[in-house]
């Protein structure tokens, strides 16, 4: 059975011009490396006017979208998907990265 990866709470998510990193909108407006720092929508209507404030901000960012993903108990926020989660967790690029010293 698949996974509903929906979510009921959203986080904006985009990658930065310069380098390429994931960021995630914080609550200030701002773009974050820290997935812990984003603004989180709880329903429809919030991650509607979440994915504007995104977009508003896109200066600095390519495509800004929404990201579904749970909330524990002690607050730590998690994507649902596994393509979210490797983006969050820089896991390829890391790999890649230490791919390209080894060989270098």
Do not use: C
Not at 39 to 47: I, L, S
Not at 79 to 91: D, H, T, Y
């Amino acid at each position: 059975m698949a996974k509903n990866l929906s979510g009921d709470l959203q986080v904006a998510s985009a990658n930065r011009l310069v380098d390429g990193m994931v960021v995630w909108l914080d609550e200030a407006g701002q773009w974050t490396e820290r997935l812990e720092h984003a603004a989180v929508a709880r329903d429809k209507r919030g991650a509607e006017i979440l994915l504007e404030r995104a977009r508003a901000e896109a200066f600095t960012v390519v495509d800004p979208f929404l990201v579904a993903v749970t909330e524990d108990d002690d607050g730590t926020v998690e994507p649902l998907s596994l393509r979210e989660k490797i983006r969050a967790s820089g896991l390829t690029f890391d790999a890649i990265a230490a791919d390209a010293v080894r060989y270098a």
